[in-house]
């Protein structure tokens, strides 16, 4: 066999070895490599690459109040951008609507940084991948002992290798997401569809007295407890109780407040559009809330029917156990879905022209250390914890989102009175509405509101003839 032949495997090793070596560099420079952060139109928005795969096009990845979600724009080659939504300012994004060029110059403007930002994350991906492959060859060839010029020699390789590997899978295999991200002329456009159009107070009543109002499901309907005195059809549908948080607050506060929470509410179906509770359709609750146009704060509910959490708390119930790979993939595919929602209600109550404050109440946690009252439902001690920590990651955006529009979020804590205390916050497994706050349980959720408020800027009221301390106003 010829001398050159049999020299092949060493260099097909070789050759091998750099590949590694450059792969792992470029693997470990798109972990490290800081975003890039650029500020277009009051929304902030960090940029950099997601974790490389073996496809040759796909999503990339957008961090929405903490969730990761794929973007709408597809991008060719294996290292695709991951954008984090940091902080939005409305405020800032009609300031620079109003500026001359309008929308446009600011879709422009969002277009131009985030390809900037691109590119300069691409320049320190490079170079720190560059960093890693010498500190390798480097450490190998102390390892064996080599010397100066074999170091300098496997410096120099593993460099242009890393340099190569960049080229290709970004400067050649990716050249095209520069032009991607240009079409990109609003958060909308990486997030899919918003909703269709603005919501607007369309077929509903004013409400120039009210001033809170209160929106969400049926934990703000206070569903399962004493039904209003004087009830509309509507209220009877959606399960309104007079011993809801809201009108806690209204006589605390010597408010006139208007309650549109709604069973089975989701963003979708209940605040965002119409639901249809029965024979009673509802108008959309955030619809409802722009009749009251003077309100100074409004509370948010809402969350646990997106992700539809009881019929995971059931179904959990029922299986053996309930941390399966099927049933936490499907977690994660709602828990997505309602985030792009919630950016969708966010964006609509943080348009809303009168500013109000709100607060965006966080779920509480209904299992405590002693479960024995939900051994008949087969509920476990395992089994709450993953409930619970499914519950979690539902307030975890609800608490990023709120932050981002600046807004209020308020932690719900049970503590000593959950399922199966002496005094429970929270309606038994044979109640009507099971899992639910009790009277005592809106009570308590009504004092961290009112907590929070007192930290923050409290609005202020001048009574009317037409307020009073607990007002039944509906749509």
């Given at each position: 066999?010829r ?21 792992l ?34 999503p990339?990845?957008?961090e929405?109040f ?6 709408q ?14 902080h ?20 422009k ?5 985030l ?5 300069r ?12 492959a010498a ?7 102390g390892?064996?002992?080599?010397s ?5 020699w ?21 050249s095209?997401?520069?032009a991607?991200?240009?079409?990109v ?34 934990t703000?309907?206070?569903i ?7 009830p509309?059809t ?6 309104r ?8 607050l ?10 549109l ?10 605040l ?8 009673t359709?509802?108008?959309?609750q ?5 009749g009251?146009?003077k309100?100074?704060v ?5 969350g ?9 708390a ?10 399966d ?12 879905a ?13 348009a809303?022209?009168q500013h ?6 966080e779920?509480?946690?209904p ?5 024995d009252?939900?051994?008949?439902q087969?509920?476990?001690t ?13 307030n975890?955006?609800l ?14 804590h ?17 109640a009507?509405?099971?899992l639910?706050?009790?009277a ?12 929070a ?10 009574p ?6 607990a007002a039944q106003?509906?749509?």
């Amino acid at each position: 066999m010829r001398p050159w032949l049999r020299r092949i495997p060493t260099l097909l090793g070789y050759a091998a070895a750099v590949l590694a070596v450059a792969a792992l560099s470029v693997w470990l420079s798109v972990r490290v490599t800081p975003l890039q952060t650029v500020s277009p139109a009051g929304q902030t928005v960090q940029v950099g690459a997601a974790t490389p795969d073996l496809n040759m096009s796909g999503p990339g990845e957008l961090e929405l109040f903490g969730q990761t979600i794929p973007t709408q724009p597809r991008f060719e080659g294996p290292i695709r951008p991951r954008l984090k939504l940091t902080h939005i300012s409305l405020n800032a994004q009609a300031g620079a609507l109003t500026k001359s060029g309008g929308a446009q110059a600011a879709g422009k403007d969002l277009s131009e940084q985030l390809t900037s930002a691109w590119t300069r994350y691409l320049l320190w991906e490079t170079l720190i991948a560059i960093g890693f492959a010498a500190l390798i060859a480097v450490a190998v060839a102390g390892i064996r002992r080599s010397s100066r010029a074999s170091m300098l020699w496997m410096l120099a390789i593993a460099v242009t290798s890393v340099f190569a590997l960049n080229a290709l899978g970004v400067y050649l295999l990716a050249s095209a997401t520069p032009a991607a991200l240009r079409q990109v002329r609003g958060i909308e456009d990486l997030v899919g569809p918003s909703t269709p159009t603005p919501v607007q107070a369309v077929g509903t009543p004013a409400q120039p007295g009210v001033e809170a109002v209160v929106i969400g499901d049926s934990t703000a309907a206070a569903i399962g407890n004493a039904p209003l005195d004087h009830p509309t059809t509507t209220d009877t549908a959606c399960g309104r109780s007079k011993d809801a948080y809201a009108l806690y607050l209204a006589a605390a506060n010597n408010w006139n407040i208007l309650n549109l929470a709604c069973s089975s509410a989701t963003i979708r179906d209940g605040l965002l559009g119409p639901q249809q509770r029965g024979t009673t359709q509802v108008p959309p609750q955030l619809s409802a809330a722009m009749g009251a146009g003077k309100a100074s704060v409004i509370i948010v509910s809402i969350g646990a029917n997106d992700i539809h959490w009881s019929t995971m708390a059931a179904l959990c119930a029922a299986a053996n156990a309930c941390d399966d790979r099927a049933s936490t993939a499907y977690f994660q595919q709602q828990i997505a879905a309602f985030t792009t929602a919630y950016y969708d209600l966010l964006s609509n109550v943080a348009a809303l022209p009168q500013h109000p404050r709100v607060l965006i109440n966080e779920y509480y946690n209904p299992f405590g250390e002693n479960i024995d009252c939900l051994k008949d439902q087969n509920i476990t001690t395992d089994k709450a914890k993953i409930l619970k920590s499914r519950l979690d990651q539902l307030n975890s955006v609800l608490r990023q989102g709120a932050q981002t529009f600046d807004f209020t979020a308020v932690p719900q804590h049970f503590d000593g009175h959950r399922l199966c205390s002496d005094q429970p916050f929270v309606q038994g497994p044979d109640a009507d509405a099971p899992l639910h706050p009790n009277a005592a349980g809106e009570l308590a959720i009504a004092l961290a509101d009112q907590q929070a408020l007192s930290r923050t800027r409290t609005p202020t009221s001048t009574p009317t003839p037409s307020t009073g301390a607990a007002a039944q106003n509906t749509p």
